[in-house]
């Protein structure tokens, strides 16, 4: 049995929901369970509609709303042929606009946004994409039903970031998803969507469907996760950056975990964590190129020398450096510190510290404002705005005697404001100046990966140099 989860862009209109249809019927005989994301900037759309209501914009949020409904309505078009499966699309698409209309006018009446009413707002783009592929698949011949996540996907009521519930998720999950699989049955259900006990919907942060599949394999102890985007696997580097990155085989769940936390997009990072747990391998695919090999990230051990498979970047990184006014103990410093960042719900990308002092690299969406007058009771804070993190990831590179050497020859010239090695096997970070990161990538990309074979679905841990 397999999971698939198919992202925005493999569902962003009807011949793209065609080509899922197909993908997904090659693969029958291993009895996949479906995973929706909404489709291409629907979730975008959705939240600013949210935000124009909040600020008294009702007529614009209608707009934009009336604008994604109408793809909807496009969509099922083209890809549904039964008049009576259109008609059933049609009407459920038209009822969810006039929730969404009642949603914007009690939010421009209140002209509050809670996280509670946005994830209200989020949980359309996910039902109707996932409804219409159901309905392609069965126009296509598939006995396939949809399951809605209200029925399983139980979280807590952190709202825009919850949580699963891994028990109760796994109990409801297994009685309903196991006679269907038994049947010959395709089950299709919603990524990042999820619901409290109290039955109120919630969804598990931006980008969260494939963590929502790794936690319905886990449920399911799937046989593997598939997740299925726009490009050819995991790169050596972001392809908007570098104009010919090459295809990463194989990656450990720690290397693949290092790569999506420090900014590579192709997986959410939460993702390994259900699969780490039941050890059931993810397997990232191109839906517009479904005969590549792909990307594996599996337990792997370790290749016989260190090998760098890719660089991540993250940016709009706020790095604090905080000294304690008074001789704290260290622990007790460090204690009242990420007390602070844990009420704030800040999570630091790097941390560095010396005897008493400390540094931070947080994300700027945080905060930052009221993070720093908590921590200024506790000591002196400095602020550096417009940062980066630039990440190198790969296998054993703790252990190269020449790779620092190498790293530091490229960013020579940068302003380094943190340097992380050695806390984790797998990478190594600085921070620099945010207006310098993407060049940086350029060229240390061409530093590490130019020797190799121009070739995109080369096999990296069998070409890449070692340090």
Request: contains cysteine; glycine residues 6%.
């Amino acid at each position: 049995m397999i999971v698939m989860k198919f992202g925005g862009t493999s569902t962003q209109d009807s011949a793209a929901i065609s080509n899922v249809v197909s993908i997904i019927r090659a693969r029958l005989h291993k009895r996949p369970f479906i995973v929706i994301s909404a489709i291409a900037k629907a979730t975008n759309i959705l939240e600013n509609a949210g935000k124009l209501a909040s600020e008294g914009q009702g007529d614009e949020a209608l707009r934009l709303l009336r604008g994604l409904i109408d793809r909807h309505l496009s969509i099922i078009e083209g890809c549904t042929n039964e008049e009576r499966r259109r008609t059933l699309l049609r009407d459920l698409i038209e009822s969810s606009f006039c929730e969404l209309e009642a949603l914007v006018g009690g939010v421009s009446i209140l002209r509050e946004l809670t996280p509670r009413t946005l994830d209200a707002f989020y949980c359309y783009g996910e039902i109707l994409s996932s409804r219409i592929v159901a309905a392609a698949l069965q126009d296509g011949g598939v006995d396939a039903q949809w399951i809605d996540t209200n029925q399983f996907m139980v979280t807590d009521d952190n709202f825009t970031r919850a949580l699963p519930l891994a028990e109760s998720v796994e109990k409801r999950l297994t009685a309903i998803a196991e006679p269907l699989l038994q049947r010959g049955v395709v089950p299709v259900t919603q990524g990042f969507i999820g619901v409290t006990t109290s039955g109120r919907r919630t969804t598990m942060g931006r980008e969260s469907s494939d963590y929502s599949a790794a936690v319905i394999g886990a449920a399911l102890n799937a046989d593997e996760i598939q997740i299925w985007t726009d490009v050819d696997g995991v790169l050596t580097a972001d392809p908007r950056v570098v104009s010919s990155p090459m295809k990463v085989k194989q990656l450990s769940f720690e290397e693949a975990y290092e790569l999506s936390f420090f900014g590579a997009k192709v997986l959410h990072p939460n993702t390994m964590l259900p699969a780490i747990e039941k050890n059931i391998p993810i397997h990232v695919y191109n839906s517009r190129f479904p005969g590549g090999s792909g990307t594996s990230v599996a337990a792997k051990s370790a290749p016989p020398t260190p090998i760098v498979k890719s660089i991540a970047y993250k940016r709009n990184v706020v790095l604090l450096n905080v000294t304690p006014k008074a001789r704290f103990g260290q622990y007790v410093f460090w204690e009242h510190v990420y007390s602070i960042l844990t009420r704030h719900g800040a999570v630091s990308s790097l941390t560095c510290t010396s005897e008493y002092s400390i540094a931070i690299a947080l994300d700027a969406k945080n905060n930052i404002e009221a993070i720093v007058h908590e921590l200024s009771s506790l000591g002196y804070v400095s602020v550096q705005e417009d940062r980066a993190i630039l990440c190198l990831v790969g296998s054993m590179l703790k252990d190269s005697r020449t790779l620092l050497t190498r790293f530091f020859n490229v960013v020579a010239g940068e302003n380094v404001d943190m340097l992380s090695f050695g806390a984790s096997a797998s990478s190594i970070s600085i921070i620099i100046d945010d207006e310098r990161v993407l060049d940086a990538v350029k060229t240390l990309h061409e530093e590490l990966f130019a020797s190799l074979p121009d070739n995109e679905l080369f096999e990296l841990l069998e070409y890449a140099p070692a340090f």
